[in-house]
């Protein structure tokens, strides 16, 4: 019968027969479906950077490994390389920026009605990946918040739409933070309470990302406003590592109890199992008695030290979304930086409960402590190991006088990154300035 | 003049005929009747014209001794009468010097005599057609037709046929590779189908339109050539004839010991050096995976940890090194294949009814053992004068094909773990001849060791494998086609014609528990449990289907126009409309767990994260499956006309309208209608030009533009939406396909074109000079855009091509009854570059440019050819056997340096890889009944690029190089070798230094000796009792060799980029054609 359509349309041409799909498993953002199936992407959507990870003092490479290393990006993120062009993550951090914007202008096209509350939940949803995204590259790209000097910094390139023809340009670093902190708070509340899929945003992880920007930006109060509107306050959200097998390859399963937001790193070659050796004096951080000495890591046969301890379930690409112990450790170093040691110790004892053995328990008094932001500060670093915080903490912690030094050997040359060196801060890479006209 | 002759003829012969001696004039071979035969006195009066039967008669009281018969198209003849019985034949040849005037071009849309087309037509007779054989159309037209270009560097050295996409006319005028090929047209249609689908007995003619004049009427498809297919049909008023076809190709086995290569015991003493150096203690040492190390490695793993001491190692190393798997490999996994054609055909037909139907069987092996492919085809024809003013033909074709895939592959496709290619001293058979095991994805002594007996055997054999391999696609087209004509007046015509196609497709890859795929995919997903080994995946073969379905539908109807004027014009017009719709729908799925025997199948749980079996990780049982569904619609409108004046003067022109659901309404509002101009001038009818030497001489003149279809483009954004099982969260996952553009508009290609014809001497030399210059317009290209946008680069109309040629091509003919020779020379030269783009990108790293060996597009700002040969400067090898390169000025080893400070824009630009000149040279002899053709071909004027030696994927991927024999060792070497010492630990950037280095340049310039073919024909004129009216039994040797290279490396640069493992193969055909 299509031969008489045929004929029909040969002799009446009509307008709809060219308005057939070409290809069913192409779509244009049409419908609420197609929004939903963008933002579900996950391999764009829920990345984070992976340089921070790259960078860090956490794990070194042995030569063998490094000197086979081909892709420059690897490399030159290793030795903190100043002229490093790799825009690895500038390119996926704004295309995931892209994506979301694209979403965003193209609701009522997706036969949302503006001021409806799909519209808004929508919105919200690309917002929060947008300020995601955002939140980590405020962390490679821009210096430590100064609440003096932030309108002269530098800060990042907001994109607000995703009209491409329009130009980019460097906001100042105070600008940055009001726009990334205005629209995860202002679209907050259209969001779920908690999400049905853990790659999803909800109040919580607005909450918490939040909360986490609040702590670089340097804003402690906040931060502690914050955390106290999420969390129960008796550490119910955390796994307790006692019921975890410390003899498991991959002890942490993906979309665990205590994972808000998943996210995890673009590519992560140097920090693979196999390339990446932990630093023996970070293992040696961890008591006998804590599991997690046991849960994160484990002997390689080549007498090198692995770490196993990702919570995405896997060996690959290592998880650097947020997740509940950092809320912990967000509230206790926002209570210890705001005169509330007491309670900062607790929380300290409220994970401590959780990951040491059982049988070893013994909660920390405040008598034995010489320091309890120190205390907080080294459980930070211990909980939240190869979580992606270690370089931008150790950036912050050396703007208030920590004067930790990191150092990398390579080929028996030993490369040094002192305290406040413009290294902490990655340059935008030249071909994006070109192209930008930056 | 011709038809008075022929008129006053037909009246003389009705009015003065007495019937009394009769013979019947035919044409030699064929047999079939010749009307219209004069025959002349010894005074040249005219005694006789022959009927549509092919009967003259005479009087009884003729006295002449001698008559001459003759019949345009055919050698006259002389008979003595009194030889002649009553109810004889006499039989004329064809006359070789005089076939131009038959000749009718088929552009698709119309039928048209060569006098009056004033586009770029190349015409390719059946008899051309059929020099070659072989299994596909296409590849019949090599070195037959000027200005195209067979560009088979994509393809194995033992491939034969050809696509579409091997085949360049004059130039590529797009910047986009997968739009590069012609459009192929059958019996009217654009074809839908699988090219190698068509069996080429069934093929009568081929025209190939070259310019915008000829091209222009397929419009939005036509910027790259166009191939017209025209299929056999039924004749007038011949008696039923029945042609048998039969042959046999051998195609040579591979010799994979032709070319050099680095040689075993170089490849096992390089294994301990990076043992030692401690190159594999990384793999050794990992527990998560036990990834694969060749033996020799794990020789010197037991030897280092002291389980096996030196001098068994020795001797173990020692006896891997007399190893060759080449000789293994090419005695079990190649063979000279032979391809069988068979194909009969009857046809004939009177004036009401005209009928064809054939059938064709081919069975072709592939050298590899294991691969092979069927097709099976039956056509058929009719032509019916339903009334004197109604025309009806009716064409069906169906097709089978199927395709066997069972070979591992090529030897370098085998590999023993991803990126590691199979180890050279690996071996099938164990001494004791049982089937030796290979290493595969995992150690050896892990395999040994793990599930101690519990799992399914994890060892891996190539043979193993070839022998339960069960991967079989079969398709089967139905194409038919209705075509009716309506005469109105003597003026006015309507064509409507519909076509439907029905492709079918389907494969299944039966992958049983003896496959390593399946035992490796069933142990991962075992478990213990209380000591009894679970499954969560189940024992079974594992069964991947999958189906596309196609069915197009095409429409036309078109009105021709033809008037011839009294003061001596022809106007011929037609005008039409077209609708086309193709509709695909195609599923892909797989069954686990199958019990081949009752095929059952189990569920499997593709959602649950399993632990693998014995630390080797976690994962989902991988799922493998997909639904597709598209829709591929157009409407055109078209016309074309032309007005020949007194058979000297000829203008013409054309124009095109297409849309399309490919791009959304806003782009076919840009669409411009394409259109074409041209002139003819016949200036051997012209009276100042009547020498008696000169035949044929004309000039031809056309413009136009015809258009690229490039259907990955899109004005709004294209999302593809991926399947929720490659989600960890089992949701459907949409990404950007195509950022869209609303500036976007389509590619257009200008063409001119001018020609002469000439025929020269009484027909004995004629030819064709045609020069060309060819302008892309608004060609799409990536253009990288600011990724702070989210967009590294983005399509856009950016870039404009400029090309010009020249095909020539020249024929010189002597013919006498019993010798003749035929001699042809096709020269084509043709040369473009980009001459324009929006965006300047020399200051972007040239180093993936340099990299690049031509096969891909590469754009450059600087005027050079898009399939362009690039490389950094360098210096050659300094003392330490280093290449030396230039940054910035400065002769440096900082290979980090020279990649980041050499631009595209510093690069040395050495041509393209894609010939300049090229052509060929055919030369026919016919004695009696003998013939012999061969054909010489040459390419010239481009270049390739050797696989250089990078010691990085020699260490990791295990990619060896005949260069590594010849590489620098010790100081000194540098004066007479290019090639880099070994260092380790391998440096990548010194590896990609070098391979972007003209030391791994070389001229591609070839001269080919291509076939010769060969072939005998007797009829039964010449053997009275021939059981059959005749038979041609012929051979045809094809790829005889190399003549001549300018290179003096073992590389043949037009296959596999210049890069095969293994010498094109020669291939030798005999066959027999009979005509009953």
């Known amino acids: 019968m299509r031969i008489l359509y045929l004929f029909f349309v040969l002799f009446c041409s009509c307008d709809s027969y060219l308005d057939a799909k070409s290809d069913l498993t192409l779509s244009t953002l049409d419908s609420k479906e197609a929004a939903e199936a963008l933002l579900d992407g996950i391999d764009r959507m829920n990345k984070g950077s992976v340089v921070l990870q790259n960078a860090s003092d956490e794990y070194y490479i042995r030569d063998e490994v490094y000197n086979a290393i081909s892709n420059p990006f690897n490399l030159e993120s290793y030795i903190w390389f100043e002229g490093t062009q790799t825009d690895e993550d500038w390119n996926s951090l704004y295309r995931a920026i892209y994506t979301a914007n694209l979403v965003i202008d193209n609701l009522e096209r997706a036969g949302l009605k503006?001021?409806?509350?799909?519209?808004?939940k929508y919105r919200a949803n690309a917002s929060f990946y947008r300020?995601?995204?955002?939140?980590?590259?405020?962390?490679?790209?821009?210096?430590?918040?100064?609440d003096h000097n932030a309108a002269n910094m530098s800060g990042i390139v907001i994109r607000e739409d995703s009209d491409f023809s329009k130009k980019s340009f460097v906001s100042s670093l105070k600008d940055s933070y009001v726009y990334v902190i205005d629209d995860l708070q202002s679209n907050q509340k259209y969001l779920d309470q908690i999400a049905a899929l853990k790659t999803r945003p909800s109040i919580q992880s607005s909450l918490a990302l939040l909360a986490r920007i609040y702590l670089y930006k340097g804003d402690y109060q906040k931060a502690y406003d914050l955390t106290t509107e999420l969390v129960s306050g008796d550490g119910s959200e955390l796994l307790d590592y006692n019921e975890l097998d410390t003899l498991e390859n991959i002890p942490f399963e993906i979309f665990n109890r205590e994972v808000i937001f998943y996210s995890s790193t673009v590519v992560a070659n140097n920090v693979y199992q196999s390339t990446a050796s932990v630093s023996r004096q970070f293992y040696e951080s961890y008591d006998d008695r804590d599991l997690r000495k046991t849960l994160y890591f484990q002997m390689l046969p080549n007498g090198e030290i692995g770490f196993k301890g990702s919570y995405n379930g896997s060996l690959s690409n290592l998880f650097n979304g947020i997740a509940w112990d950092e809320v912990y450790l967000i509230r206790a170093e926002s209570a210890a930086r705001t005169g509330n040691e007491h309670e900062a110790l607790d929380i300290l004892n409220l994970l401590k409960k959780r990951r040491w053995k059982n049988e070893c328990y013994e909660p920390y008094e405040i008598a034995n402590i010489d320091d309890v932001l120190d205390a907080v500060l080294n459980e930070r670093k211990l909980q939240l190991f190869f979580r992606g915080n270690r370089f931008s903490d150790v950036k912050r912690y050396n703007k208030e006088g920590r004067g930790i030094v990191l150092r990398r050997v390579v080929n028996g040359q030993e490369i040094i990154l002192e305290p406040n060196d413009p290294g902490y801060i990655w340059s935008i890479p030249k071909r994006v300035k070109d192209l930008a006209g930056l | 003049m011709k038809v008075i002759t022929v008129s006053i003829l037909c009246i003389l012969h009705l009015v003065g005929y007495a019937q009394q001696r009769k013979f019947t004039v035919i044409e030699d071979g064929s047999r079939i009747p010749l009307a219209g035969v004069v025959a002349k006195g010894e005074r040249g009066e005219i005694l006789a014209v022959s009927g549509r039967d092919g009967e003259l008669s005479f009087p009884k009281s003729l006295k002449n001794n001698t008559l001459q018969f003759s019949l345009i198209g055919y050698v006259t003849r002389n008979v003595d009468l009194d030889e002649l019985n009553v109810g004889d034949t006499v039989a004329l040849y064809r006359d070789v010097q005089a076939l131009e005037e038959v000749v009718v071009i088929n552009t698709g849309y119309q039928e048209l005599s060569k006098e009056r087309a004033t586009g770029s037509f190349e015409f390719i007779d059946?008899?051309?057609?059929?020099?070659?054989?072989?299994?596909?159309?296409?590849?019949?037209?090599?070195?037959?037709?000027?200005?195209?270009?067979?560009?088979?560097?994509?393809?194995s050295a033992d491939q034969l046929s050809v696509s579409e996409n091997n085949i360049i006319v004059r130039g590529v005028g797009t910047l986009s590779d997968d739009i590069k090929s012609p459009l192929i047209v059958l019996d009217n249609f654009p074809y839908g189908g699988n090219i190698e689908d068509i069996n080429p007995n069934d093929i009568e003619s081929v025209t190939v339109l070259r310019d915008a004049a000829a091209a222009s009427i397929w419009g939005a498809r036509a910027g790259n050539g166009v191939i017209v297919l025209t299929s056999k049909k039924g004749r007038k008023a011949r008696p039923m004839r029945v042609d048998v076809n039969s042959n046999l190709r051998l195609n040579g086995k591979p010799d994979l010991f032709e070319y050099e290569r680095m040689n075993v015991k170089e490849y096992i003493d390089m294994e301990r050096e990076l043992f030692e150096n401690g190159f594999y203690n990384n793999t050794l040492s990992n527990r998560t995976r036990f990834p694969a190390v060749t033996p020799v490695i794990e020789l010197l793993d037991l030897n280092k940890r002291d389980l096996l001491s030196q001098e068994d190692l020795?001797?173990?190393?020692s006896s891997f090194a007399t190893n060759d798997f080449r000789k293994d490999y090419e005695r079990y996994f190649y063979r000279t294949a032979k391809n069988y054609q068979n194909h009969v055909s009857l046809r004939g037909g009177n004036d009401k009814h005209q009928y064809l139907f054939s059938a064709g069987a081919d069975n072709n092996e592939s050298v590899l053992v294991g691969n092979n492919t069927d097709r099976y085809s039956i056509r058929t024809n009719n032509n019916y004068q339903l009334l004197p003013s109604l025309k009806m033909e009716l064409m069906s074709v169906y097709t089978q094909t199927k395709t066997t895939s069972n070979s591992p592959g090529d030897y370098t496709v085998l590999n023993y773990d991803v990126g590691k290619q199979m180890y050279p001293y690996a071996v099938?058979?164990?001494?004791?001849?049982?089937?030796?095991?290979?290493?595969?994805?995992?150690?050896?002594?892990?395999?040994d060791t793990v599930g101690s007996g519990q799992l399914l055997d994890w060892t891996y054999n190539p043979l193993r494998e070839l022998n339960s391999a069960d991967n079989i696609n079969e398709g089967n087209a139905i194409n038919i086609n209705v075509g009716i004509n309506y005469t109105l007046n003597r003026d006015l015509q309507f064509d409507l014609r519909y076509q439907y196609e029905n492709i079918r497709n389907t494969a299944s890859n039966i992958r049983s528990e003896d496959m390593f795929y399946t035992r490796d995919l069933i142990n991962q997903f075992s478990f213990l449990n209380d000591g009894i080994v679970g499954y969560n995946l189940p024992i079974g073969s594992i069964i991947d289907k999958s189906n596309i379905h196609t069915k197009s539908h095409a429409l036309r109807l078109q009105a021709n126009y033809n008037k011839i004027f009294a003061h001596g014009g022809e106007l011929h017009l037609l005008a039409g409309n077209e609708i086309r719709d193709a509709q695909s729908n195609g599923n892909v799925f797989r069954y686990m767990g199958v019990d081949k025997n009752t095929l059952g199948y189990s569920s499997v749980d593709n959602l649950t994260m399993f632990t693998k079996w014995d630390r080797l990780g976690r994962g989902r049982i991988p799922t493998f499956g997909s639904l597709t569904g598209t829709t591929d619609r157009f409407v055109s409108f078209y016309g074309n006309g032309s007005y020949t004046f007194k058979s000297k003067y000829t203008i013409s022109g054309s124009t095109r309208n297409d849309a399309s659901n490919l791009f959304g309404a806003s782009a076919n509002n840009k669409w411009k209608p394409l259109w074409s101009l041209g002139g003819k001038w016949n200036l051997a009818a012209e009276s100042f030009m009547g020498f008696s030497w000169l035949n044929d001489l004309s000039l031809r003149i056309t413009h136009g533009v015809s258009g690229n279809t490039n259907n990955t483009i899109s004005a709004v954004p294209i999302l593809s939406i991926q399947n929720a099982s490659s989600s960890i969260i089992n949701r459907p996952q949409a990404v950007i396909q195509t950022p869209g553009n609303e500036h976007l508009s389509w590619e257009s290609v200008y063409m001119t074109n001018i020609g002469i014809d000439y025929r020269l001497f009484n027909n004995r030399f004629s030819g064709t000079i045609e020069g060309y210059s060819k302008i892309s317009k608004n060609l799409i290209t990536g253009m990288e855009v600011d990724p702070t946008t989210g967009m590294v680069a983005i399509l856009a109309n950016s870039g404009e091509m400029r090309g010009m040629g020249l095909d020539l091509s020249f024929t010189g003919r002597i013919s006498q009854r019993i010798v003749s020779w035929e001699s042809t020379f096709l020269l084509s030269y043709n040369d473009f570059k980009i001459s324009h783009l929006n965006y300047d990108f020399s200051n972007t790293r040239g180093l993936n440019t340099a990299l690049g060996n031509g096969s891909r597009i590469t754009l450059n700002n600087n005027q050079n050819n898009p399939y362009g040969i690039y490389s950094f400067d360098w210096r050659g090898l300094d003392k330490e056997g280093n290449p030396v390169g230039l940054s910035e000025g400065m002769e440096t080893t900082d290979y980090r340096s020279i990649i980041n400070n050499t631009m595209i824009g510093d690069l040395a630009y050495h041509g393209s890889a894609l010939p300049r000149y090229f052509g060929a040279w055919r030369n026919t002899i016919g004695w009696k009944n003998l013939a012999i053709s061969f054909s010489i071909s040459f390419k010239m004027g481009y270049y390739f690029k050797k696989a250089g030696l990078s010691y990085t994927s020699l260490y990791q991927n295990g990619i060896g190089s005949p260069d590594y024999g010849r590489r620098w060792q010790k100081e000194g070497d540098e004066t007479h070798t290019d090639i880099p010492a070994a260092v380790y630990p391998a440096d990548s950037r010194r590896d990609q230094f070098f391979l972007a280095s003209p030391a791994n340049v070389l001229r591609a310039d070839n001269i080919r000796f291509d076939d010769i073919t060969l072939n005998y024909t007797l009829d039964k004129s010449a053997l009275k009792n021939l059981p059959f009216e005749n038979i041609k039994i012929f051979a045809h040797l094809n790829r005889l060799g190399v003549l001549w290279k300018a290179t003096s490396r073992d590389l043949d640069p037009d296959f596999n980029v210049g890069n095969a493992f293994y010498p094109p193969t020669r291939q030798i055909t005999i066959g027999v054609n009979l005509n009953l």
């Not at chain 2, 164990?430 to 395999?447: F, H, P, Q």
């Open chain 1, 114 to 120: 503006e001021g409806e509350s799909d519209f808004l």
């Open chain 1, 131 to 146: 300020a995601h995204a955002y939140s980590h590259l405020l962390q490679i790209y821009t210096d430590v918040y100064d």
């Open chain 2, 126 to 155: 059946n008899e051309l057609f059929n020099r070659r054989t072989g299994t596909d159309v296409l590849s019949r037209l090599e070195n037959t037709v000027p200005g195209m270009l067979f560009d088979r560097r994509g393809q």
């Open chain 2, 314 to 317: 020795e001797e173990k190393l």
């Open chain 2, 428 to 447: 099938l058979h164990n001494d004791d001849e049982t089937m030796a095991s290979l290493v595969k994805t995992y150690r050896s002594s892990y395999i």
